[in-house]
């Protein structure tokens, strides 16, 4: 999904995890105004975090920026480490014998914000309305592998049970999952924030829980003033092991990823999640060991939407020529200051499955470029637009790309701005983008399929291009059935080859963070999904 510890689209030109390295340059000594930064309480922490395009509760957000919110303040039953390893959070132990029932214990004693207890019911309850087509939620089609999601989430009409028959409370601290079918890398997926537990509290008044959310998580809900700032304070009785050091959270929004830069240099902003093209050349002298740079599980990645006048029935061929049109060694080089590694699949480094597809597809060469865009029919108009959102710093590098495909291709390229990341997304999600979109993708867990089901799969919510193909679809089954984990792995590196002849997307290139720290934080690290660990950093 597209975005939280999840599956996320990711806003910035950046957004697998390391220790974040710190990199040379000069002294970045601004410590006179580091730590007077207005209006923040004594021992918060602030970072860039934009609008969220949805209310806070976990299977309705599937961008980046709600996922940072979601991640504090909600904990899920595992998590990641800094190499994917799954470490259990609010789960004490999740077993399985055939990869069809799932056996979850949950660690006792775990409250919600409210002081009410985590329990099992918490979960079920929470899976079952997330799933029901009533409530339509984005993330819904995560919950499609348990047994009796149809019954709660049919493809036409009413739902006909308000639970999944696969779900049973055993007792306060156990209950099981049942699955349709044998999932082998389903325990993977319980690591999306989506799976998160909802207090009883919030079936009360879902759309106000919406704006106050009470969670489980590491942090509690202060106050959220609408395109300006989400504040949430440290939860003192948590019991993960991811315990905030800090004593709370300022996540501010800003209209470019340049203010944001400039706040970050005199102080009014303690951590910066990407710097923007025009400071990419500058950053480390300006920042010096507070300058972060590290790949993580994330591509970038040019969506065709199949619903468009412009790609409507298109012929792969013109896709795959548009692909080799665009000069991505060049690009990443100049434009984005060697930041990115130019991709060779649709699989981001640090991801089980993982390939080089070494496919010309990826190549940059003009003559064969315009030989496949002519041989596939071309497109309407000889006109093609690429919808990008103007606050994520994606302006110079996607102006790049279109010079590129219509200097190799005669086809004309034009950049289609939209104002946000969430005018931009609702664009995607209600069916408006005229040709394409700038897609960024960073990992809800740690395997292949994640970037294959999750994104080209027909049922698939964060499948905006809305592609849909059923050998695609067949070979992702296959990969579904396998017996276990490094067979589905095998399956669908199959299923990415074909993938490659359907073009649902051309892969661009991979991600790195770009980011930084003021003086007045130590312990800036980023996981393995490209967040920096919030809960870690301190206060001086």
């Not at 779900?167 to 389903?186: E, H």
């Not at 999306?192 to 919406?210: E, H, I, M, N, Q």
């Not at 200051?337 to 003009?366: C, E, H, M, W, Y």
């Not at 071309?378 to 959102?389: E, S």
């Amino acid at each position: 999904m597209r975005g939280a510890k999840s599956a996320k689209w990711v806003v910035g030109a950046t957004v697998v995890a390391l220790a974040a390295t710190a990199c040379g340059g000069g002294s970045g000594s601004d410590k006179d105004n580091a730590s007077k930064e207005k209006g923040k309480p004594a021992g918060y922490v602030s970072i860039d975090v934009g609008e969220p395009q949805k209310p806070l509760i976990p299977a309705d957000t599937n961008e980046s920026l709600g996922s940072y919110v979601i991640q504090s303040l909600f904990t899920q039953l595992l998590d990641f480490d800094a190499q994917g390893k799954i470490v259990y959070t609010n789960a004490e132990s999740i077993k399985t014998t055939d990869s069809k029932t799932w056996t979850v214990k949950l660690k006792a004693g775990w409250k919600f914000h409210d002081g009410t207890p985590v329990t099992s019911k918490s979960y079920v309850d929470a899976w079952n309305w997330y799933a029901n087509i009533e409530n339509k939620q984005q993330n819904a089609f995560w919950f499609e592998d348990i047994a009796g999601y149809a019954d709660v989430h049919p493809e036409k009409g009413a739902p006909a049970k308000k639970e999944m028959s696969g779900l049973k409370v055993v007792d306060d601290t156990t209950f099981t999952i049942d699955l349709a079918k044998p999932v082998p890398y389903f325990e993977y997926k319980l690591g999306y924030t989506t799976w998160a537990p909802l207090p009883a509290s919030f079936y009360k008044d879902p759309a106000a829980f919406g704006q106050k959310p009470v969670g489980n998580g590491p942090y509690i809900f202060e106050k959220w003033d609408h395109k300006k700032l989400i504040q949430v304070k440290a939860n003192p009785d948590y019991q993960g092991p991811n315990k905030a050091q800090n004593k709370g959270v300022l996540f501010k929004n800003y209209a470019t990823v340049e203010a944001a830069y400039q706040d970050l240099l005199s102080g009014n902003l303690d951590m910066i999640r990407q710097v923007g093209p025009k400071d990419l050349p500058k950053y480390k002298q300006d920042l010096g060991d507070r300058a972060i740079e590290q790949p993580y599980a994330a591509i970038q990645s040019l969506v065709p939407t199949f619903y468009s006048k412009t790609f409507k029935g298109i012929n792969p061929k013109v896709l795959q020529g548009l692909s080799m049109a665009i000069d991505r060694e060049t690009i990443t080089k100049t434009v984005l200051n060697g930041t990115r590694q130019p991709a060779t699949s649709f699989i981001p480094q640090g991801v089980a499955g993982k390939q080089d597809l070494q496919s010309d597809v990826f190549k940059f060469n003009p003559a064969k470029a315009k030989q496949l865009v002519t041989e596939g029919g071309g497109v309407p108009d000889n006109k093609i637009w690429i919808q990008y959102n103007a606050d994520g710093g994606h302006k110079e590098w996607i102006t790049a790309v279109c010079e590129s495909i219509r200097n190799s291709t005669g086809v004309d390229c034009i950049p289609d701005a939209k104002p946000d990341f969430q005018t931009d997304l609702e664009a995607r999600d209600n069916n408006k983008v005229k040709a394409m979109y700038r897609g960024g993708w960073v990992a809800d867990y740690p395997v292949n399929v994640n970037f294959m089901r999750e994104l080209y799969g027909t049922t698939a919510e964060a499948n905006n291009g809305r592609f849909s193909d059923p050998e695609v679809d067949a070979a992702f089954k296959k990969g579904d059935n396998a017996k276990s984990l490094e067979e589905s792995i095998k399956l669908y590196q199959e299923a990415e080859k074909l993938v490659l002849t359907k073009m649902p997307a051309i892969p661009l290139w991979e991600y790195k963070i770009n980011g930084g720290h003021s003086e007045a934080v130590d312990n800036v690290t980023v996981d393995f999904h490209g967040d920096f660990n919030i809960t870690e950093v301190t206060t001086k």
